[in-house]
């Protein structure tokens, strides 16, 4: 009976050591593994508001006759969610915690958002219709949905409590916009003792070069950049 070759480990997509950084003096940062019971699989902000080309945001944009300097983000967007979705089905199929992370008040009016929230004109009082969460992406009955109101996901929220509570120690992380609401995240999520798996083509900002340089910016410091597939790979191989 011949024995099948041991899978390769999980590898980073993006390395940034061939540029003055962190990682150029003391190399890449270790890149997690992923275990049953240890392992959260978070979406940040994949909501009508942030993410439809028809609500929210999208709106304000086509009504402001911006949508030629915008079709690279809500293309990217359509990219990046069939990837999100694969690495969802692979998440529970494994049994992986879902963990989503949207943008929403407490209140009806939304009085409660925050500061930074309001300066942006964010309009996601409680119960919006622009909250609800991108249909390929919908969590289940039981999934764990974290509102928050501002761009980070921990501050303000339960959502540290949370995964202690659930024993997570590694998060592997995908949404919107990448050098915003889910730097903020990663960020706080390193700080907090978390380590990241950031996924390279499962989040999207703006314009190409934020894009970039958010990635290359984490990887240096806070969390390992991978592809969807290989973690989806990854998550397969799990034991």
Known sequence: MTQSSPKPPLAASILPIDVPS???????IPVPPIKAGRTAFVIVDMQLYAA????????VIRDRGMEEAFRYYYDEIDRITPVIAELLAASRAAG????????????ADGRDLGRESKK???????????????????PLDDEIVIAKTVSGGFAGTGLDMTLRSLGIETLIMTGVATNQCVENTVRAASNL?????????GCATYNPEWQRYSLESMADQFASVCKGADVVAAIGAMT
């Open 96 to 107: 992986i915690e879902v963990i989503h992370v949207i943008t929403e008040g407490r209140t």
């Open 193 to 201: 003792g978390y380590d990241v798996i950031l996924i390279e083509d």
């Open 52 to 59: 439809s080309r028809d609500h929210g945001l999208g709106v």
């Open 120 to 138: 942006r004109k964010v309009d996601t009082p409680k119960n919006a219709p622009t909250s609800r969460i991108l249909t390929p992406l919908a």
């Open 22 to 28: 962190l990682s150029m003096v003391s190399g890449p």
